[in-house]
């Protein structure tokens, strides 16, 4: 099986139709965020019948429809169609291509199709049941899914197994009998209502089948007086009808004519018409060759204007250089006489400056021999400096280093008194933290056995808890069945005394007498006196079919008075057993068979009436088996178990016994049973509640016991005295370590102040030598420093000599290039 195609339309982002090819090669769809891909995942999960809308990433099933833009209109309806390829039938049906499509309104109405055609939500859930595929399975897969994968959320790894393992499908069709059965169990709790409801009802339905049947006749009548009726209003209406057909042609022939002339009239517009469109064409191409004259005209005057203004234009523009070409003449005539002065004076301005540039050469040369003499001290300086700041480092090196070994031998002394001195101390502190070892481990011993103890008591409050909470969950689980119980007989005793009191089941004479309160209301009917266990309620029944209706009363007299009670008030008839007939009566002697029992013997009822009951079933037995298991006996009657046959001397009756059958007998005494069940129920449950109330205060009164705070508290300390405990214990083993650590440290001290000794007497001879070479240098430089100082002066005063010959010489170049310019412009 393979997927094939998606079409998508109106559904979420996919406003047009779109079509999705899963062609071979294809197996992911990608794309930036926002365009649609977890959409497509969507649809496929929404068309195999995705009902949740949290599933869909909505709120609400209607926000699956395209909800337009700012340019398009919202769409009415979202469908999505699936195609499955299926090759190699595994899909319960004859098509190669399998086409699933949903459906959905804004209206809010929904419905699928498979093929085309309309189908249930079920079909296709079944089509697809063995497949692995629908609408929460994991051939679906999105990235929260991934995640429920891994953390094994919800066990929905093991749903997974199960899928593919094919088992989730007999888990869901056993969710669906079960489900059925537990309906079925709901309806069949109900049929027994609902066929008291029909037995009542049947008299109304008779008398209103009756009603319908009269309405039928009725009906019959009025329609053959309505087709009676309809003849004669045809024949009424025909002669007229044929009047209106003449005139109806008449007028169609003068319509006609008025056509013919109407087509004429039209003939003769269309040619005016076509006449006037021509002439129209005429006007148009001569109104076109007018507007191109008048368009050339007005060409022609505007390049007319245009040059008007070019040429008053050049006319002015001449005579401006007119004025200026006498304006320019005049100026040359001045200029030529400032030349001839500016040329003598640049000749002063020459000589003067070859005197200058002699004067700065002469300075220039003596400033650079001086120069070079002063860049010689300096050289000599520098050399010598280095030398004097090398010696200088030396010295302080020397100094330093002297020193340094100086502080460190009179430090490793401090250090090694203090070594001495701090051993002393701790081997004190040490015996000091032994003795507290002793007496913190006696005080944590003592608090852990106090704290053992103490737990152990809660661990017996704990189990008294759990005991006394189990044993109140018996209770009250016993309460709830014991009242559920209750329920169930209130319910059952007040059916049956509504059955009781309403003589359901029973003809109107039986109902009319019981209602009656001037005969017997206390009368007992044969149904109230006697009853059975629930095995043989159907048997007895059916036997005494004919005698359940009876009267059962002491005298003939009340017999009498209630016949002529029916008679009077019209009400029907009754049947009545007269107790006091039954006197003389004597039952047949009881017969023994394998198989049967006395029907006598499975019969529960009063003394008094003990001779009725012998009576009515006498020489009768009830046969466990079938009919062939009957005895060979031609005098008795034998009844099966299930009531199926009767066998009589003389007949044989039987057939299919009814759901209800058998909840007529002893209806009364089921009353006084179900009163007495009902009072004792009553007593169990509120002994068994004030048993639960025991149980509860007993709960309360464990529950303020507690030992939570004193364990706690015993814990906290033995924490602290444990903390103290090991600080103790890891100071010991850290002064243990240091005392060890102080032995190795004073013999590597007293090695380093021998060292540092020797050190010391080598370093004095190297620096009294430095410190004599060091002096020597420095009296040097110094000299020195006092040459280079005269040589910059005397520099100083030949620079700032130059500096003026060299700006009064730039200044009289100035001059003369300046004249320079004059003269040339």
């Known amino acids: 099986m393979l997927l094939s195609k998606l079409e998508i339309k109106g559904f979420k982002s996919f406003g047009d139709r779109m079509v999705i090819h899963f062609d071979k090669g294809i197996t992911g769809v990608v794309g930036p965020n926002g365009c649609g891909k977890s959409n497509v995942v969507d649809a496929i999960r929404w068309v195999l019948g995705e009902q949740k809308t949290r599933m869909l990433r909505s709120d609400k099933m209607e926000n699956v429809i395209f909800n337009g833009t700012k340019n398009r209109k919202p769409t009415n309806l979202a469908e999505v169609s699936l195609t499955f390829e299926n090759t190699k039938n595994l899909l319960p049906t004859e098509y190669t291509h ?10 809010g109405e929904s419905e699928y199709l498979l093929n085309g055609i309309t189908c249930r939500l079920k079909d296709i859930t079944n089509l697809f049941m063995d497949t692995g595929i629908n609408s929460n399975s994991y051939a679906i897969i999105e990235l929260k899914m991934i995640d429920e994968l891994l953390n094994d959320k919800n066990n929905s790894r093991r749903d997974l197994f199960e899928e593919a393992a094919g088992i989730s499908k007999f888990k869901t069709r056993k969710k669906e009998t079960l489900r059925k059965l537990e309906d079925t169990d709901a309806d069949l709790e109900r049929v027994e209502d609902v066929l008291f409801e029909i037995e009542k009802n049947l008299k109304s339905l008779e008398k209103q089948a009756k009603q319908t ?26 002669d007229s009808l044929i009047g209106i057909h003449k005139r109806i042609q008449e007028e169609s022939d003068r319509k006609l004519e008025i056509n013919t002339k109407i087509t004429e009239k039209e003939a003769f517009l269309e ?11 005429l006007l148009s191409s001569r109104q076109k060759t007018l507007n191109e004259h008048v368009n050339k005209i007005r060409q022609f005057e505007s390049d007319k204007k245009i040059k008007n203004e070019r040429l008053r234009f050049l006319e002015d523009r001449a005579q401006k250089l007119r004025e200026q070409i006498d304006i320019d003449r005049k100026s040359n005539d001045r200029a030529g006489f400032s030349i001839r002065s500016l040329e003598q004076e640049q000749e002063s301005a020459q000589k003067q400056l070859a005197e200058k540039e002699y004067i700065v050469e002469e300075l220039r040369r003596d400033f650079e021999s001086k120069k070079l003499q002063q860049t010689d001290i300096q050289e000599q300086q520098k050399v010598a400096n280095k030398d004097f700041v090398g010696k200088k480092d030396r010295v302080y090196q020397l100094s330093k280093d002297q020193e340094i070994k100086q502080i460190q031998l009179s430090t490793l002394k401090q250090e090694l008194e203090k070594t001495a001195s701090d051993d002393d101390n701790q081997e004190a502190n040490l015996a000091e933290f032994e003795e507290k070892i002793v007496v913190l481990k006696e005080e944590l011993d003592a608090k852990s056995d106090a704290l053992s103890k103490i737990k152990a008591k809660e661990e017996d409050q704990s189990q008294k808890l759990e005991e006394t909470n189990r044993v109140i969950d018996m209770i009250r689980e016993e309460v709830t069945q014991l009242s559920r119980k209750l329920d169930a007989k209130q319910n059952e005793f007040n059916l049956t005394k509504s059955l009781v009191e309403n003589l359901e089941g029973f003809p109107e004479a039986i109902k009319f007498l019981k209602k009656n309160s001037s005969w017997g209301k206390d009368t007992p009917l044969l149904s109230d006196i006697l009853t059975t266990e629930d095995k043989y309620r159907v048997t007895i029944e059916n036997y005494l079919e004919g005698y359940m209706n009876y009267y059962v009363v002491e005298t003939e007299a009340q017999a009498i008075a209630a016949v002529n009670l029916l008679s009077d008030a019209a009400k029907g008839k009754a049947n009545f057993f007269v107790l006091e007939h039954f006197n003389s009566f004597q039952p047949s002697q009881t017969k023994l068979f394998a198989n049967a029992i006395p029907a006598t013997e499975i019969i529960e009822y009063d003394e008094k009436y003990g001779k009725l009951i012998s009576f009515i079933l006498d020489n009768t037995y009830i046969v466990r088996g079938e009919f062939s298991d009957f005895p060979e006996d031609k005098t008795a009657i034998f009844i099966t178990e299930s009531g199926k046959f009767t066998k009589r001397r003389f007949s044989i009756s039987g057939g299919s016994v009814g759901l209800f059958e058998g909840k007529r ?8 049973k179900l009163e007495k069940e009902i009072k004792e129920l009553n007593k169990k449950v509120s002994a068994t509640r004030a048993n639960l109330d025991n149980k509860l205060s007993d709960l309360l009164k464990l529950k303020e016991v507690s030992y939570k705070k004193d364990i706690e508290s015993l814990q906290q300390e033995i924490n602290e005295i444990n903390q103290q405990y090991v600080s103790v214990r890891t100071k010991k083993e850290q002064l243990s370590e240091l005392l060890s650590t102080n032995a190795n440290k004073r013999e590597d001290i007293l090695d380093r102040i021998d060292s540092l000794q020797t050190s010391l007497e080598e370093i004095g001879p190297d620096l009294e030598q430095e410190k004599t070479s060091f002096e020597a240098l420095e009296e040097e430089l110094e000299k020195l420093t006092a040459l280079l100082e005269e040589e910059s002066e005397e520099l100083s005063k030949r620079s700032q000599a130059f500096n003026q010959e060299n700006i009064l010489y730039h200044q009289q170049l100035n001059r003369v290039n300046s004249l320079e310019q004059e003269i040339e412009f």
Do not use: C, M, P
Not at 98 to 107: G, Q
Not at 271 to 281: F, G, M, V, Y
């Open 271 to 281: 040619s005016a018409k076509a006449d006037l469109i021509q002439k129209e064409k």
């Open 98 to 107: 399998v086409t699933i499509t949903r459906r959905y309104y804004r209206s």
């Open 213 to 238: 049947a009269k309405y039928f006749e009725i009906k019959k009548e009025y329609k053959r007086a309505s087709i009676n009726l309809a003849k004669k209003s045809v024949s009424k209406h025909s």
């Open 665 to 672: 007998i002893g209806r009364a005494k089921n009353l006084e």
